[in-house]
Structures are given as structure tokens and as C-alpha cells.
């Protein structure tokens, strides 16, 4: 079935220092791919999504480029701030299924950037 | 406008008691899901409703789990005989419409605690 595998955390960076955060997912169909965002003490939101192969998605910084050839949805940012310190979902829908309704989300990655 | 909102934000209950949660959707949106958040885990899908179609129950993980929708609108989780590992975040979303492509916009929570 769907699913969605992502960089195991907390991950600490210090502040201006280049962000990876590893997403890999298996689908059946042509799966849309999300990252959301929780900070702290707010609910999730969406920070990007990317619905076709090759399409990339930004927002505040963030990139990630949807990889069919590496099954990859990669969330990069380039200089990070102490306000991106929050959990980093990585999450997979895939309408062309009988489960299109249904979104599979990754356990999260904690990000802490210090001062 | 307004947010989801969830009620309560908290619950602490002892293990056997039944527990009812709450979901007020954005106005005007058709989709709402109901997802899991336990400890170190990711979200895991419970339930999703659509408009008037019948929902798409097979996320719930027993018969002691059951929601309803009334008038296309709010939404009520309910669990019965709660057990210990019940205890986790129980987060709702909703969207615009359904297809997997929608934007989900989720609420604050509700943290069960079950004694």
C-alpha cells in the first residue's frame, strides 16, 4: 500500500545553515505530495505541495521538486531561522486510487535552529 | 474566517469511559477527516466524510470507534469503553472539496488521556 518515509529527528542546526529533510514514498497510482508544518503549540498547516513529477513546491524559503525516478519529495531551505523550529510532516495522497481520499502521513521530523 | 476548531482541548478520562470529541469545520468545506497522533508516531488516518456519501470508515482501528457528521457540517468522534492506549492527540481537518489535491486545514487537537 501507500505509504511515506521520512528523516528520523530531532535535527539541530544553527541558524543560517542549509536544511534537508529526507522523504521517500511508495504509491500505487500518481500520488500529490505535501510537507506540513507544525509549530509549537499551533495545529499543522501546509507549507508546500507538489501534485505532478517534476513539479516543485515553495513557500517561505522551502523547496522541494517531486522525484518519480527516486520515489523523493526532499524539503530543502537554503538559510534557516530560528522561527522554522517546528516538526516537518512529509504526507502523500493518491487520487488515481481507491484510497485517493485518504492522506498518508510521515511520523515527522523535529527541527531546532539555535542562535 | 474561522479556523477548525476543536473542543475539548484537553480530556483526561479513566480507562472504560466513553468520550465524545468535537470538530467544527471551515464553513463552506465538504471534506473532514479525522486523524490519530500518538506519541513519536505520525498521523494515522481514522476517518473521512464527504458531502452526503458515506464515509470512508477504515481507518478506525475498532468497534469502540465511531463518528458521525450531522447536516454536512460539525463532526463528533466518539470512543467507547476507552482503553490506556486510546490516549493521544486526536487531530480533525477539513478542505474544500475531495480528491486527494485539496489543501487540508487542520484544528489544534484534542489530548486523551485515558487513566
Known amino acids: 500500500g501507500d505509504s511515506v518515509t521520512q528523516m528520523e529527528g530531532p535535527v539541530t542546526l544553527s541558524e543560517e545553515a542549509f536544511l534537508t529533510i529526507n522523504c521517500t514514498y511508495t504509491a500505487t497510482g500518481y500520488p500529490s505530495l505535501f510537507w506540513y508544518v507544525q509549530y509549537p503549540g499551533e495545529g499543522l498547516q501546509l507549507l508546500l505541495k507538489?501534485?505532478?513529477?517534476?513539479d516543485k513546491g515553495s513557500n517561505k524559503g522551502f523547496e522541494a521538486t517531486y522525484r518519480k525516478e527516486t520515489t523523493s519529495f526532499h524539503l530543502e531551505k537554503g538559510s534557516v531561522q530560528v522561527s522554522d523550529s517546528a516538526v516537518y510532516f512529509c504526507a502523500l495522497s493518491d487520487p488515481s486510487t481507491n484510497t485517493g481520499n485518504q492522506f498518508y502521513f510521515g511520523t515527522g521530523t523535529s527541527l531546532t535552529v539555535i542562535p | 474566517g474561522a479556523g477548525v476548531s476543536q473542543s475539548p482541548s484537553n480530556k483526561v478520562t479513566e480507562k472504560g469511559k466513553d468520550v465524545e470529541l468535537r470538530c467544527d469545520p471551515i464553513?463552506?468545506?465538504?471534506?473532514l477527516y479525522w486523524y490519530r497522533q500518538s506519541l513519536g508516531q505520525g498521523l494515522e488516518f481514522l476517518i473521512y466524510?464527504?458531502?452526503?456519501?458515506?464515509?470512508?470508515k477504515s481507518g478506525l482501528p475498532s468497534d469502540r470507534f465511531s463518528a458521525e457528521r450531522t447536516g454536512g457540517s460539525v463532526s463528533t468522534l466518539t470512543i467507547q469503553r476507552t482503553q490506556q492506549e486510546d490516549s493521544a492527540v486526536y487531530l480533525c481537518a477539513s478542505s474544500l472539496g475531495a480528491g486527494g489535491r485539496e489543501t487540508q486545514y487542520f484544528g489544534p487537537g484534542t489530548r486523551l488521556l485515558v487513566l
Open positions: 466524510f464527504q458531502g452526503n456519501s458515506a464515509p470512508d
Open positions: 507538489a501534485t505532478k513529477a517534476d
Open positions: 464553513s463552506g468545506h465538504t471534506a
